[in-house]
């Protein structure tokens, strides 16, 4: 099984940035480079968004329309961690966000991942 835990989220003010984390913690299963691994988010009332993807081996990533030019996100293998550095936030980036690793390729479709985080909040005041 894999299981996964985010951090660094927090309190900024808009325009600021944060970086957030997400570790696989279990050390079992297959190992975390056999993964496509993703951030999504989720604000009160509203859907769980898309935010990004990055492909196995980190070399294509994806992003959200609301995210692109501000966010990146990365991954290290041997570390067994994703991050999603985050710029420029804005208010309505306030929201949990959610890292999940899945199988199928380069796709934005929570339903496509197979295991995810507890979350991380995120919140940007104005």
């Known amino acids: 099984q894999v299981q996964l835990v985010e951090s660094g989220g927090g309190l900024v003010q808009a325009g600021g940035s944060l970086r957030l984390s997400c570790a696989e913690v279990s050390g079992r299963g297959r190992d975390f480079r056999a993964y496509e691994m993703g951030w999504f988010r989720q604000a009160p009332g509203k859907e769980r968004e898309f935010v990004a993807v990055?492909?196995?081996?980190?070399?294509?990533?994806l992003y959200g329309d609301a995210v692109k030019g501000r966010f990146t996100i990365s991954r290290d293998n041997v570390k067994k961690t994703m991050y999603l550095q985050m710029s420029s936030l804005k208010p309505e980036d306030t929201a949990i966000y959610y890292c999940?690793?899945?199988?199928?390729?380069?796709?934005?479709?929570?339903?496509?991942?197979?295991?995810w985080g507890q979350g991380t909040r995120v919140t940007v005041s104005s």
């Open positions: 990055i492909s196995r081996s980190g070399v294509s990533t």
């Open positions: 999940a690793a899945g199988n199928l390729y380069y796709t934005r479709d929570p339903g496509d991942f197979d295991y």
